[in-house]
C-alpha cells in the first residue's frame, strides 16, 4: 500500500509540474511579445519561424556558452 501511494504521489506532482510548466510557457511568452522589442517578442516570432523551418530545431539554440 505505501508503493502504491508514492506512486500516485509523484504521478501528481508530475502532472502538477507539467501543468505549471505549460501555463507559464503559453500565457507568459505571449503576453510579453506584444511589445515589438522585447525578448519574448523574439520568441514568440524569430525562434518560433527558425524552429518551424528546421524541423523544430533552432540552431542558435545548439551550444549554449557561459562566462566563467
Given at each position: 500500500?505505501?508503493?502504491?501511494?508514492?506512486?500516485?504521489q509523484f504521478?501528481?506532482?508530475?502532472?502538477?509540474?507539467?501543468?505549471?510548466?505549460?501555463?507559464?510557457?503559453?500565457?507568459?511568452?505571449?503576453?510579453?511579445?506584444?511589445?515589438?522589442?522585447?525578448?519574448?517578442?523574439?520568441?514568440?516570432?524569430?525562434?518560433?519561424?527558425?524552429?518551424?523551418?528546421?524541423?523544430?530545431?533552432?540552431?542558435?539554440?545548439?551550444?549554449?556558452?557561459?562566462?566563467?
Amino acid at each position: 500500500m505505501p508503493m502504491l501511494t508514492l506512486a500516485v504521489q509523484f504521478f501528481l506532482g508530475l502532472l502538477y509540474t507539467d501543468a505549471g510548466e505549460w501555463l507559464v510557457h503559453k500565457y507568459i511568452p505571449q503576453a510579453l511579445g506584444n511589445k515589438p522589442y522585447s525578448f519574448h517578442a523574439y520568441y514568440l516570432y524569430e525562434h518560433h519561424a527558425v524552429c518551424a523551418s528546421n524541423s523544430m530545431l533552432d540552431p542558435g539554440c545548439q551550444k549554449l556558452t557561459l562566462p566563467t
